[in-house]
């Protein structure tokens, strides 16, 4: 009788770990693919962001990358941004101490294109 309720138990236990790695195994793969869809989306983001470096007169006169490193000047300094492509003109409002902003507007013309490249910023 010991033998029976041994063998039950035994039999019982065993299926419980065996359908808990089956479980295991949708829930690793089921994570396994959450990622690699997050990994897709992040290189999806990539390609809309462009560097006015690399990009062609063309492209950057479209607008065709939603959002460009574009470079500014501020006391005699050039420095980048990430500015946003809207109506002609790639724009980023930046926040500056004490409540103060700066906004960074350049036309999305060939004429700017130009003005950076001859400045050296390529």
Do not use: H
């Not at 009788?1 to 359908?19: F, K």
């Not at 396994?32 to 062609?56: H, P, Y």
């Not at 004490?98 to 060939?110: C, F, M």
Request: charge should be positive.
């Amino acid at each position: 009788m010991r033998n029976i309720v041994l063998g039950l138990i035994l039999l019982i236990g065993l299926s419980d770990v065996a359908s808990g790695q089956s479980r295991f195994e949708k829930y690793s793969k089921l994570l396994k693919e959450m990622a690699t869809n997050q990994e897709r989306v992040k290189s999806g983001r990539k390609k809309l962001l462009g560097n006015m470096k690399n990009i062609s007169k063309a492209d950057y006169v479209s607008g065709k990358y939603k959002k460009l490193v574009v470079p500014y000047e501020e006391g005699g300094k050039v420095k980048t941004v990430v500015a946003e492509y809207k109506n002609g003109r790639y724009i980023r409002m930046i926040k500056l101490p004490r409540g103060q902003s700066k906004t960074v507007n350049l036309n999305a013309d060939s004429a700017t294109y130009g003005y950076w490249k001859k400045k050296g910023w390529y």
